[in-house]
C-alpha cells in the first residue's frame, strides 16, 4: 500500500540494510536516550492520561505553585538513592536545571556590597555556567572564570559563587568545592549524583543542591528540575525569582514528573537505578576496551570507590567520556575525530585545552554502537599509520 517505513538514518534501502558508510557517530549532545527501553518496559504505569477539565488552575488547592505529592516522591527518591538529604530543606521546582542555576545565582548576589560577585567554577567546567551567567549578567553578578584563579582563600574578601559540579560534567569526577571563607557560596550541581552515573559515598548535605529528571529518568524533554535549599533567606529570594519568570512551572509537567516517579518508587524504588547503572557500566567497559589499544587517545581516569546504595566499591560509569588527543600533532582533537566521522563537543567549550573532547555516552544504544564502530575503526588505523 501507501505504507512508507522510514530508515534509521544511518541506513538506506528497500529493506533498510545498506549501511552509509559515511554516517556520522553524532556524540554531541547529552541527550539521555539510555533511559528508553526502561521505560518501554514500564509503559503502562508510566503512561499519562489528563482530562481537558483537570488542572486548569494557576495554583493548587494550597495555593502554591508545587505539588506536594511530586514533593513527597522526590523526597522519596532521594532517601532510595541516598545521594541527598532533603529533610529539613527547602524544595524549588524550576524549568529543569538550567532555571534553577541562574534562580541561585541571582539569589546569591543579592547582597549589600559594592562590586558584583564573581561567580567561578572548576575547569574543565559545563559551558552553560559561563553563558548563562553572562547572558543574564547585572549589576550584583558578572562570570569570573576558573574558581582556581582564587584559589588563595585568605584573598578572598568580595562574595564568591562557586558552581560544584558533583559528578563533573565533562570528566565524571567527584569534584568538592575549591573556594572557602565567609565570602564564599557554593551552588552544587547534582544532576549525575545519583546511583548510576557515580559511586554514592555519602548523602550530600550542602546549602544549595540542584536535581534534574533529566538525568534521574531521562526526561529531558519535560523542563523539570529541582533544588534543595537550606536557608530560608535564599530559598525565598529564589522563590521570588522563579515566581517574577513565570509563576512557577507548569503544572503539566509537574503531573507528568509525579506519575514518572510513581513509577521510579514502585517495589524497592532501586530498579532504575540497577537498570541505568549496568548500562553505562557496560557502555564504559566496551569504550575502554577500544580506547585501550590506541596509543593516540586517552580516557579519564575515575578511581573505583565505595557506593552506599549498592553497598560495595564499584568501578567507574560516567554520562560522559572525556577523550584527549595524545600524539603531538593532534592539537586539535575535535577536527581528528570530525574526520573520523565521529562529532563529539569542543574541549575549549568547557574551558579545557583543544586536545580535548566530550563524547556523549547518554544516548540510545544504535548510537552509541555506531559511536564505538567509529572509534574501533579510527584506533585500527593507527598501526598502519606508523
Ligand atoms: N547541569 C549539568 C551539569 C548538566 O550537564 C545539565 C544538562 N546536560 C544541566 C545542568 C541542565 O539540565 P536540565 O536543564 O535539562 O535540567
Redesign the pocket.
Known amino acids: 500500500g501507501n505504507h512508507v517505513c522510514e530508515c534509521h538514518r544511518c541506513y538506506q534501502g528497500p529493506d533498510c540494510s545498506k549501511f552509509l558508510y559515511d554516517c556520522v557517530a553524532d556524540a554531541d549532545s547529552?541527550d539521555p536516550l539510555v533511559f528508553e527501553p526502561f521505560w518501554m518496559q514500564n509503559a503502562a504505569s508510566s503512561a499519562l492520561l489528563v482530562a481537558g477539565w483537570h488542572r486548569m488552575s494557576y495554583t493548587y488547592y494550597d495555593h502554591t505553585f508545587i505539588s506536594k505529592e511530586l514533593e513527597e516522591h522526590l523526597r522519596k527518591v532521594h532517601e532510595i538513592g541516598g545521594n541527598a538529604k532533603a529533610d529539613g530543606k527547602f524544595i524549588l521546582f524550576g524549568a529543569?536545571?538550567?532555571?534553577l542555576?541562574n534562580a541561585a545565582v541571582f539569589a546569591l548576589s543579592i547582597r549589600n556590597t559594592s562590586s558584583p560577585a564573581k561567580v567561578v567554577a572548576s575547569t574543565p567546567y559545563?559551558p552553560?555556567y559561563k553563558q548563562q551567567t553572562e547572558f543574564f549578567k547585572n549589576g550584583n553578578y558578572e562570570f569570573a572564570g576558573d574558581a582556581q584563579l582564587f584559589k588563595n582563600n585568605s584573598d578572598i574578601t568580595s562574595n564568591v559563587i562557586e558552581f560544584v559540579?558533583r559528578p563533573n560534567?565533562p570528566d565524571g569526577q567527584l569534584n568538592k568545592a575549591i573556594l572557602h571563607g565567609p565570602f564564599v557560596h557554593t551552588i552544587h550541581?547534582h544532576?549525575?549524583y545519583w546511583p548510576h552515573f557515580t559511586a554514592i559515598p555519602a548523602p550530600s548535605d550542602e546549602d544549595i543542591m540542584i536535581f534534574?529528571?533529566?538525568?534521574l529518568t531521562g526526561h529531558?524533554g519535560s523542563?523539570f528540575?529541582w533544588a534543595l535549599v537550606r536557608d530560608e533567606n535564599v530559598y525565598s529570594q529564589m522563590n521570588m525569582y522563579l515566581s517574577m519568570s513565570e509563576m512557577g512551572i507548569s503544572r503539566d509537567t509537574q503531573l507528568r514528573a509525579f506519575q514518572l516517579l510513581k513509577t521510579v518508587v514502585e517495589g524497592d524504588g532501586k530498579d532504575i537505578f540497577r537498570f541505568a547503572y549496568s548500562n553505562m557500566k557496560k557502555r564504559w567497559e566496551n569504550l575502554t576496551k577500544i580506547i585501550s589499544l590506541s596509543k593516540r587517545f586517552s580516557l579519564q581516569e575515575i578511581s573505583p570507590q565505595y557506593c552506599t546504595f549498592f553497598q560495595k566499591v564499584r568501578g567507574p560509569s560516567p554520562a560522559y567520556a572525556w577523550l584527549k588527543c595524545e600524539r603531538e600533532e593532534d592539537t586539535d582533537c575535535y577536527a581528528v575525530l570530525e574526520e573520523a566521522n565521529i562529532i563529539g563537543r569542543h574541549g575549549n567549550l568547557f574551558n579545557a585545552d583543544s586536545r580535548y573532547v566530550r563524547l556523549s555516552l547518554l544516548k540510545s544504544q544504535d548510537e552509541f554502537d555506531l559511536l564505538l564502530y567509529r572509534l574501533h575503526e579510527l584506533v585500527s588505523m593507527e598501526d598502519s599509520m606508523k
Open positions: 547529552g529543569g536545571s538550567t532555571q542555576l559545563y552553560l559540579t560534567n550541581d544532576a549525575y534534574t529528571l533529566s538525568k529531558a523542563r528540575g
